[in-house]
Nanobody, 117 residues
Framework: QVQLVESGGGLVQPGGSLRLSCVASGDIFRLNRMGWYRQAPGKQRELVATMTTRGMTNYADSAKGRFTISRDNVQNTVYLQMNSLKPEDTAVFYC???????????WGQGTQVTVSS
């Protein structure tokens, strides 16, 4: 089992920035992919960005150029720096953990990000 605890969500004005953090604990597989997904009201959960323990990243087109994912493999923590936030970024952001090459996907409880003036 893997437990994920997210933090850093909140209310921000358009054009502002937020940094999300997610700490993983439990049965941490040496090779894994951690990342962020989001779900807006009435929409499906969608990829934001992921990063493997070896540093390979994958970004949604909507995140490229504005969001940056990073991680600390010693602390089993993944971060999402979000800049130039837009109202359409408003969603619940979920941290994910997936063993490599495959296995159960673990999810955090979610953190609300609201972009509004």
């Amino acid at each position: 089992q893997v437990q994920l605890v997210e933090s850093g969500g909140g209310l921000v004005q358009p054009g502002g920035s937020l940094r999300l953090s997610c700490v993983a604990s439990g049965d941490i597989f040496r090779l894994n992919r951690m990342g962020w997904y989001r779900q807006a009201p009435g929409k499906q959960r969608e990829l934001v960005a992921t990063m493997t323990t070896r540093g390979m990243t994958n970004y949604a087109d909507s995140a490229k150029g504005r969001f940056t994912i990073s991680r600390d493999n010693v602390q089993n923590t993944v971060y999402l720096q979000m800049n130039s936030l837009k109202p359409e970024d408003t969603a619940v952001f979920y941290c994910s953990f997936t063993p490599i090459p495959g296995g159960t996907v673990y999810w955090g409880q979610g953190t609300q990000v609201t972009v509004s003036s």
